[in-house]
Every structure is written in C-alpha cells, then in structure tokens.
C-alpha cells in the first residue's frame, strides 16, 4: 500500500519562498515518475509539477514555471517542490501523487494528467498573503 506524506505548507508573504516535502513508501519510489498536484474549493484539482522516475525530465504548468522547482532524491524516497516568488493565486493545497504505472507514460503532455496517478497524499495547506 502505497502512503505519500506532505509536509512544508504554511502562511507566507507574496515573493516569499516555501518548499514542500513529500515522503513515500510502499512502492519502488526510484521507479515511479511523481507530481504534485493543487486544488482550490469549488475548483477541480489541478496540476503543478511533475518528475520523471530518473528525475531526468520536469514538467511544469505555464503559470509557476521559473517560479517553482520540483526535484527528488530516490536515495530519500522523496519529492520536493521549492516554490519561489510565491502569488496570492498559488493560495491552495498541494497534493503529492505517484503514477500508477513505472516508468514512462505515452502521450503528449500525459505526465500532467490526474488519470496518471493513482496515490495521493492527504495535502497541505499553503496560503499567500498580499
């Protein structure tokens, strides 16, 4: 049984700076590309970052790239994203996930689709003042 555990959320000024940290156990971690996922009341959740299983390749959404850096260290079995030039619009909590399936995944764009991921965190809260 797969768990993921988020931690690292909290209050911070806009142009602040928070790092998210998820741990993860269950599975092969090295194996498993892994991202991290947001969501809003009333919105549907949506994605932010992602990683490759090697971490070789990142995957970000328009809006936090150059801002946010995902990485992860196998070694670890964890996943990080290192939110800077933080906007009260990133108001939200995070979700870690793992995909269902090692390895790879075909498709255009797949690594940002919640179909993708099977196991989620339970979130953390990260909130943005102006």
């Known amino acids: 049984q797969v768990q993921l555990v988020e931690s690292g959320g909290g209050l911070v000024q806009a142009g602040g700076s928070l790092r998210l940290s998820c741990s993860a156990s269950?599975?092969?971690?090295?194996?498993?590309?892994m991202g991290w996922f947001r969501q809003t009341p009333g919105k549907e959740r949506e994605f932010v970052a992602s990683?490759?299983?090697?971490?070789?390749?990142?995957y970000y959404q328009a809006s936090v790239k150059g801002r946010f850096t995902i990485s992860r260290e196998n070694a670890k079995n964890m996943v990080y994203l290192q939110m800077n030039s933080l906007k009260p619009e990133d108001t939200a909590v995070y979700y870690c996930a793992m995909r269902r399936r090692p390895g790879t995944c075909s498709g255009s764009g797949c690594y940002s689709w919640r179909s993708e991921y099977d196991s989620w965190g339970q979130g953390t809260q990260v909130t943005v003042s102006s």
């Open positions: 990683i490759t299983f090697s971490g070789g390749q990142k």
């Open positions: 269950g599975r092969t971690f090295s194996s498993y590309g």
